[in-house]
C-alpha cells in the first residue's frame, strides 16, 4: 500500500495532493509519524507510561542513522523516505511536543507552547526542507499556529483548548500573506488552521473546507 494512503487526518490527506510528486512519499511519512506519535498520547493514561512509549520512538528513531530499521513498518518508511533527505535527529522536537501534553489538564500556557513549537514549527521546517522550499521563519513559524489550532480542536478540556485558542489567534498576523506555490501542501494547513481559529473553519472533510484548501491551492492565498 502507497504510504501517502495511510495518513487519517482528512486535511492533511488532501494536502498532500498539493505538494509535488516526488516528496509525496517523504512528506506522508512525516505526518504519518506525527499521527503515531499523537496515538500514543491519545491512549495513554498514565503520564510515566505515556513518557516510556515515546521514549522507545526517540531512541528507534536516532539508532536508524546507524543501524537498518527493524520490523515495524513505519520505522521502514521513515527509513526509505525520510533518512535520505533529511537528519533523523531533526525529528526528535516532535516526541518532545507531543510529550508536553503529557502534563496535567487544563495545560501550562508553557506547555502549550512547547507543544506548538516541538510539534508544529519543527515539523514545518522539515516539510519546508522536503518539499524544497526558502526555509524563511515565516513558512515555518507558520506550524506553529497549525498545531495550536489543531491542540484546540481536539483537547477534551475547555481550558486548554481556549489557552491553544488565544495564542493561535495571537499568531495569525506572523502567518505568510501568500504562500509559494512549491509550499501550497503545508500552506493549505495553515489557512485551514487560521479559519478555525477565527470561526470560519468547516468540519474536516466536508466540501466547504475542501473548497476553501482549492482555493489556496490556485492562488496561494
Do not use: C, N
Amino acid at each position: 500500500m502507497p504510504v501517502e494512503s495511510m495518513i487519517y487526518d482528512p486535511d492533511r490527506a488532501l494536502a498532500l495532493v498539493y505538494a509535488p510528486a516526488a516528496a509525496r512519499a517523504a512528506l506522508a511519512t512525516l505526518w504519518r509519524l506525527d499521527e503515531a506519535l499523537a496515538q500514543v498520547v491519545r491512549t495513554t493514561s498514565e503520564p510515566l507510561v505515556g513518557r516510556m512509549r515515546l521514549t522507545w520512538w526517540h531512541d528507534a528513531l536516532l539508532a536508524l542513522a546507524e543501524k537498518p530499521a527493524p520490523a515495524e513498518p513505519l520505522l521502514r518508511d521513515v527509513e526509505a523516505h525520510l533518512k535520505p533527505h533529511i537528519r533523523l535527529e531533526r525529528l526528535a522536537p516532535l516526541i518532545d511536543g507531543w510529550e508536553a501534553l503529557l502534563d496535567p489538564l487544563p495545560l501550562a500556557a508553557d506547555a502549550i507552547a512547547d507543544h506548538a513549537a516541538g510539534r508544529g514549527e519543527a515539523m514545518f521546517a522539515v516539510a519546508v526542507d522536503l518539499l524544497g522550499g526558502s526555509r524563511e521563519a515565516r513558512f515555518i513559524e507558520a506550524g506553529r499556529l497549525w498545531a495550536l489550532a489543531d491542540l484546540a480542536g481536539h483537547v477534551s478540556d475547555p481550558e486548554t483548548a481556549e489557552r491553544a485558542r488565544q495564542a493561535g489567534r495571537a499568531a495569525i498576523a506572523g502567518l505568510p500573506r501568500r504562500w509559494p506555490r512549491h509550499l501550497r501542501a503545508i500552506g493549505a494547513l495553515a489557512v485551514l488552521a487560521r479559519g478555525d481559529l477565527e470561526g470560519k473553519g468547516r468540519p474536516r472533510g466536508s466540501p466547504a473546507r475542501t473548497l476553501r484548501a482549492l482555493g489556496h491551492r490556485l492562488s496561494g492565498y
